[in-house]
């Protein structure tokens, strides 16, 4: 709250939340045209390249949630944010390039516990199931693909788009 540090600081409210919104549109201005916008198609061609000289042809990030925990969740809405460790968590699903880019970041509504329950209420899939993803072409073995994929943990459900990484392969296929 903005009022949360008034007496500690000796600031009122207004003068308080003019720093935050100051504070804000400084990072806006400074980091906005290269982080703080939606990822273009020049974008997912640079993440399709680089995946391919990399060795994973197709391949535009790897996606997972985080849960963070949140100390001073108000009490009320503790049942909605805890899960199995009996603490308050906020879930954030990011997808992020083999350089650390995060291009996509999604905080998980109430009652999404898992990675799962934030999946089906990410927007990450909306383009291309409103038809608007560029077409994209790659091979691996001889054969053609038209989607590319994100490298998952293993909780993720088995569709095209995700390919769960092996931890330790242990034959030549695996690797």
Known sequence: AA???????????????????????????????????????????????????????????????????????????????TRGSGKPTIVLEAVASHDLWIWHAFFGPPGTLNDINVLDRSPVFDDILQGRAPTVSYYVSGRKYKLPYYLTDGIYPKWATFMPTIKIPQDPKAS
Not at 6 to 33: N, P, W
């Open 3 to 81: 009022d949360k540090v008034d007496e500690y600081l000796r600031l009122a409210e207004t003068t308080a939340l003019l720093c935050v919104e100051k504070f804000v549109d400084g990072i806006i201005s400074l980091f906005g045209d290269e982080y703080l916008r939606r990822s273009t198609t020049n974008d997912l061609k640079r993440l399709l390249d680089v995946g391919e000289a990399r060795g994973f042809p197709g391949m535009i990030g790897s996606i997972d949630c985080m849960h963070w925990e949140w100390k001073i969740c108000p009490s009320a809405w503790a049942g909605q944010y």
